[in-house]
């Protein structure tokens, strides 16, 4: 696909992307940046979907890679939840490739502004600080592991705006992590329903591959300094900086509709 794009216009999507990044890595939810952008410069919603998967893959790369190597995320103890994640991405994207393009230019946005509204409500957290990675996890059931990959990674792979702040959600509740902690479980997951749907999206042929390598290097940058900032500075840092974004981009595509 060509869309002959301006310079204004790659250097904006860049900007976007960068930021999305930096607030992905953060606490999830940089989909909800990068998707309306893709699709104010008139891109296809099918070719949306697998673009930002294109660009998103970068991100979660970057981040969970942070995330393990400072020791806050550790891959083995969550394959149960892995492979489900796996199993439902690959679902959702062969379902979402089936539908219309008609259905996806009122789903995408519609869906957009669902995950906004959800991820801005205020939620108590009773997590308490994360004193081992390996207790936690094995508290749970490998069933529950693997319906909660399966459901999430189906959702990632189908459509996918606020998956990361989902994942940190479902950490927090279900195995008791603190934010910091929950945001290793968040991108690691997010990593592996990105790369499963991209590969499909690959095979299906629907994607930009200069605008998603143009935005995914310029992610992979804001990634990389969000999942600093968000060791670094923790939860107090972490809820303010995504909910303001994420009132920012529930009004954008408000304006837009």
Do not use: Q
């Not at 509204?117 to 939620?123: G, K, S, V």
């Amino acid at each position: 696909m060509e869309l002959g794009l301006e310079l204004t216009t790659i250097l904006l999507l860049g900007l976007a992307a960068l930021l999305a990044g930096f607030i992905d890595a953060i606490a999830g939810g940089g989909g909800m940046l990068v998707m309306p952008a893709l699709l104010s410069i008139g891109m296809p919603p099918h070719l949306v979907l697998g673009t930002n998967k294109l660009v998103g893959t970068f991100g979660t790369f970057s981040a969970s890679l942070t995330f393990i190597r400072k020791g806050l995320f550790t891959p083995a103890l969550w394959w149960a939840m892995s492979f489900g994640t796996f199993v439902g991405a690959l679902c959702g994207a062969l379902l979402i490739y089936l539908m219309s393009a008609g259905v996806l230019k009122k789903l995408l946005p519609l869906a957009i502004l669902l995950a906004a509204a959800y991820l801005a409500w205020p939620r108590r957290s009773t997590a308490e600080p994360l004193a081992s990675e390996s207790a936690p996890v094995r508290s749970v059931s490998r069933g529950v592991k693997l319906a909660t990959g399966g459901l999430i990674g189906f959702y990632d792979g189908f459509i996918g705006p606020g998956t990361g702040a989902f994942w940190m959600a479902a950490a927090m509740k279900l195995f008791n992590l603190d934010l910091v902690a929950a945001a290793g479980v968040a991108r690691f997951m997010n990593f592996i329903s990105n790369i499963t749907a991209l590969l499909t999206f690959m095979a299906l042929g629907t994607i930009d591959y200069p605008i998603g390598l143009t935005m995914g290097v310029t992610l992979m940058l804001g990634a990389f300094i969000g999942a600093h900032s968000a060791i670094r500075y923790g939860a107090p840092f972490i809820r303010p900086v995504f909910l303001g974004v994420v009132l920012l981009m529930a009004g954008r595509l408000l304006l837009m509709g």
